[in-house]
């Protein structure tokens, strides 16, 4: 019930930046958790970051504090990730994702995907 669509992958070298964005459609409700997953070839997917629709309160993976900001868009439901001085580490497919219940994206069980889009930093 729930649409997100990523957008702003592509490739960089080491030290680079990129803008990701994600816009979230449908049953939103009174409120929404929205954040940022990845996965590398031959890993699992782990949470990178979220923040609240409501007030627009943020969480971070260690790997990339300093680095990476989530931050809300000018739509209530559309969030973006500005990452910054980006390693050949981060290489990976980045899902937006989505959920009404708190904690959900940090513990990595978001109900709602996006289809992913590719950030490739080479070295």
């Known amino acids: 019930q729930v649409q997100l669509v990523e957008s702003g992958g592509g490739s960089v070298q080491a030290g680079g930046s990129l803008r990701l964005s994600c816009a979230a459609s449908?049953?939103?409700?009174?409120?929404?958790?929205l954040g940022w997953f990845r996965q590398a070839p031959g890993t699992k997917r782990e949470w990178v970051a979220s923040i609240t629709s409501s007030d627009g309160r943020s969480l971070y993976t260690d790997s990339v504090k300093g680095r990476f900001t989530i931050s809300k868009e000018n739509a209530r439901n559309t969030i973006s990730l500005q990452m910054n001085f980006l390693k050949p580490e981060d290489t990976a497919m980045y899902y937006c994702a989505a959920d009404r219940v708190p904690g959900a994206l940090r513990i990595g069980a978001p109900t709602y995907w996006g289809q992913g889009t590719q950030v490739t930093v080479s070295s």
């Open positions: 449908g049953s939103i409700g009174s409120s929404i958790f």
